[in-house]
């Protein structure tokens, strides 16, 4: 009897920034105030402008921020159908990811995906959006869960968003042990993840993800 050969090797990558320059929050706020929702909209602005000046001089972490912006933009959706969300995911991708998407690096997973590795998209993006984009990409997703009831959305997580530490640790649980071949970031929020692969590659990083990758020698790509 032949023993079974070791585990599918592995690629990740972040979604928004490393794969496209898109934004899912740009396209959710947009369609909320389209049904006036726009009152919504301008509380959780009010709410958040205190956190996002002590981010920007660095009083508190640019991560916890963005964490805290995307719980809030979920609150937006607060009493949608999930079939109706899972429709403005599909519009989100179709309209805003993947017409700005990075064709250089898209290029790179397909490349790995036709040599048999599979593809994980490991990303602090609604679980929706995320699963319509990798569908495009036959690829696998773990996203930020929103929670449901009664199949509305809540407006809250089903958990603490997919980045940093958390997303590194769902990734690990993914390959089940093959080895993560390439993993693809564009933000300290990436590098846990970036740590566990063999090659770490940044993509338009921010400034301080450039710094650890010149100094620990991952390659970085530029343009598109």
Same mark, same amino acid.
């Given at each position: 009897?032949? *023993?079974?050969?070791?585990?599918?090797?592995?690629?990740?990558?972040?979604?928004?920034?490393? $794969?496209?320059?898109?934004?899912?929050?740009?396209?959710?706020? &947009?369609?909320?105030?389209?049904?006036? !929702?726009?009152?919504?909209?301008?509380?959780?602005?009010?709410?958040? $402008?205190?956190?996002?000046?002590?981010?920007?001089?660095?009083?508190?972490?640019? %991560? =916890?921020?963005?964490?805290?912006?995307?719980?809030? /933009?979920?609150?937006?959706? =607060?009493?949608?159908?999930?079939?109706?969300?899972?429709?403005?995911?599909?519009?989100? /991708?179709?309209?805003?990811?993947?017409?700005?998407? =990075?064709?250089?690096?898209?290029?790179?997973?397909?490349?790995?995906? %036709?040599?048999?590795?599979?593809?994980?998209?490991?990303?602090?993006?609604? *679980?929706?959006?995320?699963?319509?984009?990798?569908?495009?990409?036959?690829?696998?997703?773990?996203?930020?869960?929103?929670?449901?009831?009664?199949?509305?959305?809540?407006?809250?997580?089903?958990?603490?968003?997919?980045?940093?530490? =958390?997303?590194?640790?769902?990734?690990?649980?993914?390959?089940?042990?093959?080895?993560?071949? !390439?993993?693809?970031?564009?933000?300290?929020?990436?590098?846990?993840?970036? &740590? %566990?692969?063999?090659?770490? /590659?940044?993509?338009?990083?921010?400034?301080? $993800?450039?710094?650890?990758? $010149?100094?620990?020698?991952?390659?970085?790509?530029?343009?598109?």
């Amino acid at each position: 009897m032949s *023993q079974p050969g070791p585990p599918v090797e592995v690629v990740a990558s972040d979604l928004e920034g490393t $794969l496209t320059t898109g934004e899912t929050w740009r396209s959710v706020v &947009e369609y909320v105030r389209e049904r006036d !929702a726009s009152r919504r909209y301008s509380l959780m602005v009010v709410r958040n $402008l205190p956190h996002l000046s002590l981010a920007r001089i660095g009083l508190i972490d640019r %991560q =916890r921020f963005r964490d805290r912006w995307l719980a809030s /933009v979920a609150g937006l959706l =607060r009493g949608m159908e999930a079939a109706e969300f899972a429709g403005l995911a599909q519009r989100i /991708v179709d309209r805003d990811l993947w017409p700005n998407r =990075r064709p250089v690096v898209i290029g790179e997973l397909e490349a790995h995906r %036709q040599v048999g590795r599979r593809v994980i998209l490991c990303s602090g993006t609604f *679980q929706p959006v995320l699963d319509a984009f990798a569908h495009l990409l036959d690829a696998e997703a773990h996203g930020t869960r929103l929670e449901e009831a009664h199949g509305r959305l809540t407006g809250r997580l089903l958990e603490p968003p997919n980045t940093g530490s =958390r997303k590194a640790a769902r990734l690990a649980v993914a390959r089940d042990g093959a080895m993560l071949r !390439a993993a693809y970031g564009d933000s300290l929020a990436d590098v846990a993840m970036l &740590e %566990q692969s063999r090659e770490a /590659v940044t993509v338009h990083p921010e400034g301080k $993800l450039r710094d650890v990758a $010149l100094d620990r020698g991952w390659r970085v790509i530029e343009g598109t």
